[in-house]
């Protein structure tokens, strides 16, 4: 059975100080990690995929990374608009489902 | 603009009832899901179909009923039988093939009162 974890739970950050955040996976295989961001109430949306490792994506504050057991969002001199939940998904290759993690949710204090 | 609807957006049901929510896809994607998600959980899949017609139990699909009779809808029912419904339920839906992004709605909260 696939299975995702990310940590930490929850971060609080100050404004401009960047941190990481982790995304532990076991999967027979991998089609792909997915990254996604959720603001209270809505919808996830939709960040990055890697499909291998060594991948690295980069959008606006974030980065993410990709190794054979983990992926790290990175987020570098966050703002307070950066504030949201982040969920880590993978998908094992010949599925069309994803197995996601709890997420993290990350505060970022002005 | 394309994008996918979910309503209603909050849905209040009472004991007994069987209640459906909506789910409609305009970006002529093949595949949807539902997906539920309590707080302090990952989103666990309910259902889902890759074409009309056919449609696959997820993990939790116990008490949930689902039809996919046109390529842009994908209604999901919440029976009496589900014992726990109180959630936010999601639907997702994806183009099959080599990247395989799914695309979420904005969501629905139903409250068993």
């Known amino acids: 059975e696939d299975q995702v974890t990310q940590s930490p739970e929850a971060l609080r950050l100050q404004e401009g100080e960047s941190s990481s955040l982790n995304c532990s996976y076991t999967v027979s295989g991998l089609r792909g990690l997915f990254w996604y961001r959720q603001d209270p109430g809505k919808g996830p949306e939709f960040l990055f995929t890697l499909y291998s490792a060594g991948e690295e994506k980069e959008k606006e504050r974030l980065k993410a990374t990709l190794t054979k057991k983990e992926s790290f969002l990175h987020i570098t001199a966050p703002k307070p608009e950066d504030s949201a939940t982040y969920l880590c998904?993978?998908?094992?290759?010949?599925?069309?489902?994803?197995?996601f993690g709890a997420g993290t949710t990350v505060t970022v204090r002005a | 603009d394309g994008g996918i609807t979910q309503s209603p957006k909050y849905l209040f049901r009472k004991e007994g009832q069987n209640v459906t929510l909506s789910c409609e896809q305009n970006l002529n994607h093949d595949a949807m899901y539902w997906y539920r998600q309590d707080p302090g959980q990952g989103l666990r899949l309910i259902y889902y179909?890759?074409?009309?017609?056919?449609?696959q139990k997820g993990d939790i699909a116990e008490g949930y009923s689902v039809s996919r009779e046109k390529k842009e809808s994908f209604p999901l029912t919440v029976t009496s039988a589900q014992k726990n419904p109180t959630a936010f339920y999601l639907c997702?839906?994806?183009?099959?093939?080599?990247?395989?992004?799914?695309?979420f709605g904005p969501g629905t909260r139903l409250t068993v009162l």
């Open positions: 179909s890759q074409i009309v017609n056919d449609f």
């Open positions: 998904a993978v998908q094992a290759p010949n599925d069309y489902k994803l197995s």
């Open positions: 997702a839906s994806t183009q099959t093939g080599e990247n395989n992004e799914q695309f």
